[in-house]
């Protein structure tokens, strides 16, 4: 069975109109709940248009910002002023710009000992919130796909599906960075998770996806990883789908 195989699939005519609905959804998450709603964010470049659309008007003002608590999927061990830090860049982005509580954003310390921090992130979600058979369960995921296929920091050639533990460190295999990512048992554990891709430099991975899934003896973790009591959406521009050969 694979991932992808599991997914709705939404084909949006520019990564604009795909930022748009994701936005909109924050908005019905934000105003439909009356206890607090845990959403995991992805990092890299792909999410940078959504949060600059959800920093400004109308839709900033539309959201119940005080509902929603943010958390990582993955994080690079460099402090937040550096470029690479998927927390600083949302934080210069969006958080910083809307009436948001601070103790409802929960950085991954990239500035911090990748290990002790893993340990740290684990028990705050573990504290925070609900719990679905025993692991820390979101409201809703947001997950990137890197050309090489793979996702949060979970990487081809170490993907550890059967690691149970919430965090853990990795590194990156070319640049050997070291990483913060939440494991495949906590992002399978989702209510709802959702891929963001964009662009034709993916197009390579998305295919051999698409057509193989997770049926490789060395999976891609961008297959692997899907919401197994959810919802599991793939969003994609045309541009992609179109150069994948992937159709809605
Ligand atoms: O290293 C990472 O890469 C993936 C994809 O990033 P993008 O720049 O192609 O959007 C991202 O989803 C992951 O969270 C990130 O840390």
Redesign the pocket.
Known sequence: MSGFSEAELRIFPDAEQMAAETAQLFRTISTSAGEPQHICL??????LKLFKLLSAPPIRDHIDWEQLHFW?????CVPPEDDQS?YGQAHRILFSTIPIPETNIHPMRGDRDAEQESVRYARELERELPLRNGLPSFRLIL?????DG????LFPGAFPPERREPAFPAR?PESGQM?ITLSPAVLNNGEELIY??T?KG?AGVLKEISTYGDSRPDPYPGAAVYARHGRTRWFLDEELAAAAGVRG
């Open positions: 992805s990092g890299g470049s792909t999410p990582w999927g993955d994080e690079r998927n997950l990137g796909l890197g050309s793979h996702t949060a920091s990156h990483r963001l891709v662009g993916k």
